[in-house]
C-alpha cells in the first residue's frame, strides 16, 4: 500500500505550482496530486461524515496548516468565486535548493528534510552546521515510487550512529542479532549499519508528525541488512525487534 504524510505533499504540490504559473485550485491541486501520487490504503478511505478520503484532507490541510503561507514557499488568493494557489520566488528557489530523493536512495537536501520533519529553526541550524555523512537508512514503508517523498536526513541518520555508539562504548551493531560490521569486515565495515523506524512514517496521522532531535533518535534502531529486510519481510505486518530475536533464538 501505498500512504502518505502532510508533508510529503509539499514538493510534488509545489512543482504542480510552478508548473501552471496562473494558480491552481486545490481541487485541481488533489486531483494532480492522486494522479501523481496514487495513494491507496487508509489515505483513500472516506471521512466519517465527509466527502473527503484521508488523502484529499491531507492536500487541504496545506491551506488550513498554513504550510505554504507560513515559509512563503505559495500563496492563496481568491479569484472570482474561486482561490487559487500560486508559487512564490521563494517556492520556486526552495523547490531548487531540493535534492528530491529517488529510486537509487539519494538524499534530499538536509536542512529541507529537517524542516518538513518538524525541527526547530534553532536546531537546524545547530545541526547544519555540523560535518555528518550519511548512512544506509529507510524511513517509513519500504514501498519504490519513481519519486519518493520521505523525508529523509543526512544528519540525523549520523546522530543516531553518533549516539549509539556514545551509548555502547564506541560499538556499532545490530541491536536483533548482534552482528557488527566492523568486527566481520574490518575497516571497511566501519559506521556501516542501517537504521530502523520503530513507527514507519505511511502510519503518522494524516497532520503528519513533529519531532525534536531527541524525540526522533528514540524510533531508531541500528540494525543490519538481514535482520531489517526481514522486519520489513512481510508488508502487512512489520516484525519488531523482539519478534526478529525470538525467531533467531528459536532457529539457532
Known sequence: MTEYSEPELVIPALKFMRDNANGVTTTQLIDHLMDV?????????????????????????????????????????????????????????HLESIEIVVDDGRPEDIVSSLTNQGFSSATIEKEAQQDYSGVIIEEGS????????????????EIAINEFKKQHNGSLFCVACGFDFL?????????????????????????????????????????????HRMIHRVKEKMLSI??????LNKNA
Open 142 to 157: 519500504v514501498d519504490k515510487r519513481t519519486i519518493t517523498q520521505r523525508n529523509r536526513s543526512n544528519k540525523l541518520r
Open 183 to 227: 568486527k566481520t569486515y574490518g575497516e571497511i565495515g566501519k559506521d556501516f549499519i542501517e537504521i530502523h523506524h520503530l513507527q514507519p512514517m505511511h502510519l503518522m496521522d494524516i497532520e503528519g508528525e513533529q519531532a525534536t532531535i531527541e524525540e526522533a533518535l528514540e524510533n531508531l534502531k541500528t540494525v543490519c541488512s538481514n535482520c
Open 37 to 93: 501520487l496514487q495513494p491507496t490504503g487508509h489515505d483513500m478511505q472516506i471521512l466519517e461524515g465527509r466527502k473527503d478520503t484521508y488523502f484529499s484532507q491531507k492536500v487541504r490541510n496545506l491551506k488550513s496548516h498554513n504550510t505554504f503561507e507560513k515559509h512563503n514557499w505559495a500563496r492563496y488568493r481568491k479569484l472570482g468565486k474561486r482561490g487559487v494557489w500560486t508559487i512564490t520566488p521563494d517556492g520556486v528557489q
Open 242 to 247: 523482539e519478534e526478529v530475536q525470538e525467531l
